[in-house]
């Protein structure tokens, strides 16, 4: 197996593309970072000819894995009718219909392009609701690259303070130094601090953010009844509880992460997993606060907004998703099952510390210590180096994953593809031991 052109145009490339990618994730890919150039079902293939079993998605977008025929012969039928009108069309109503009627909190929506995008919108919407500034971040969840939510995504914990008080942090230079002043970063998983917090100055705070699920750092999940404690407090403050579900909407359930563990949120955003790939995201809410962006006093635009492309390719995934709801599901659950128990074993078997955690078809591998992972601070602590060399082996042996533990599962990935995987890591494994 060689990796050879995609490492040639990786290096060429830098001349034209800053860094040799079009987004830092990519930088992450391991060896490096590789070019594709095709996919179907759960496999992609690169620019040398190698297939994969991905569990990379895209990063995540992909719930029926690559190229699903129904969503491209929507996209070639509506391909041919306009392309972007500056104007309403009835398939952005039907797809907005559909929603309101499987999101728990969806009384209305607002369609966007990137979940960066929705996350700014909500957070005009909450700030707008009881006219305040303050918001809940926590820290090691992502929200977005924009500088007003792009804090203490992946801090160093020698630079961070301490738990109870942690310090803002900036990832880029070129961020505004005030880029934090209308958040305060705390800890996941833990009310008591909150509701010391909320004593103080609940009267002030606009909102709380926050992943229903900690997916892009360990797919932390919420201790029980800490989610049901943020609604609590949100209640008592009349404060807007916003869960961020570009990652578990449509993906741990047809409702998402609300509909999973019957908590309601004022205000939920999606992208990832609503689409299929192409780039379209939303804002769903209550009515009380969606309201702000009918009358007109919160402003929401955007060029692509809704545009007839994108909005075909969700239509298409939320018509399938709902039609076969019990069937994709269930599959999801079995196989995510299937990976998690097969992972464990092996990791057993090799004398490798690890918790393998997860939900559905998003798993989690965390080479660690511990017995419990429940916040950043945790999950930082891991043994990234090991990890990283088990995914690099792994891309040899035809599996591609993320380096930063996370594996998702698609609706056309099958029980074959997790044994051919679990076979692959098995044998790297034993190269681990020599």
């Known amino acids: 197996m060689t990796l050879k052109k995609s490492a040639q145009l990786f290096e060429q490339n830098k001349g034209v593309l800053a860094g040799g990618v079009s987004s830092d994730i990519r930088k992450a890919e391991l060896p490096h970072p590789l070019y594709f150039e095709s996919g179907e079902g759960s496999r992609i293939k690169d620019i040398d000819g190698n297939e994969y079993i991905d569990y990379i998605l895209g990063q995540g977008p992909l719930l029926l894995g690559h190229n699903p025929r129904q969503v491209i012969d929507a996209v070639h039928e509506q391909l041919e009718k306009g392309l972007i009108f500056a104007g309403q069309h009835q398939a952005e109503v039907e797809l907005a219909q ?15 392009s ?15 609701y009881r006219d305040r500034n303050l918001v809940v971040k926590f820290e ?9 939510v792009f804090i203490s995504t992946a801090p160093d914990l020698g630079k961070s303070g301490s738990r109870k008080n942690p310090i803002p942090s ?32 609940g009267e002030e705070i606009a909102a709380i953010l926050t992943e229903p699920v900690m997916c892009n750092a360990g797919t932390i ?20 509880l916003i869960f961020d579900e570009v990652i578990t909407g449509f993906r741990l359930s047809l409702g998402g992460a609300q509909q999973h563990f019957d908590v309601t949120p004022d205000i939920a ?11 379209l995201s939303a804002v769903a809410g209550k009515a009380d606060f969606m309201d702000l962006i009918s ?58 510390s690890s918790i393998v955690s997860g939900l559905g078809p998003v798993v989690q591998v965390s080479l660690t210590d511990q017995d419990v992972i429940t916040d950043y601070r ?36 099958t029980a074959e593809d997790i044994d051919i995987t679990l076979n692959s890591v098995k044998e790297v494994l034993i190269n681990f031991r020599q």
């Not at 955003?269 to 780039?279: H, V």
């Open 98 to 112: 559909i929603m309101t009627n499987i999101i728990p909190c969806a009384d209305r929506i607002r369609f966007n």
């Open 114 to 128: 990137t979940g960066s995008e929705a996350v700014i919108t909500a957070l005009r919407v909450a700030r707008a």
């Open 140 to 148: 090691g969840q992502w929200h977005g690259w924009y500088d007003s």
């Open 170 to 201: 900036l990832p880029s230079k070129g961020q505004v130094a005030n880029a934090a002043d209308n958040l305060i970063i705390m800890p996941w998983n833990d009310l008591d601090l909150l509701n010391e917090l909320f004593k103080e100055r």
């Open 221 to 240: 999940l919420p201790k029980p009844g800490f989610l049901e404690g943020l609604r609590e407090l949100c209640d008592q403050y009349q404060t807007a």
């Open 269 to 279: 955003t999606y992208a990832k997993g609503i689409a299929s790939g192409f780039t």
């Open 295 to 352: 009358s007109g006093q919160v402003v929401h635009a955007g060029t692509y907004n809704s545009n007839p492309i994108v909005i075909a390719a969700g239509l298409a995934t939320l018509k399938f998703l709902t039609a076969e709801e019990d069937k994709i599901y269930g599959h999801f659950n079995s196989l995510g099952s299937r990976l998690r128990k097969g992972l464990t074993g092996l990791l057993q078997d090799a004398g490798i």
């Open 378 to 413: 945790d999950w930082a602590s891991r043994d990234n180096a090991t990890y990283q060399k088990l995914v690099t082996d792994l891309v040899f042996k035809g599996v591609r994953t993320t380096g930063r533990g996370s594996w998702y599962v698609s609706y056309a990935h």
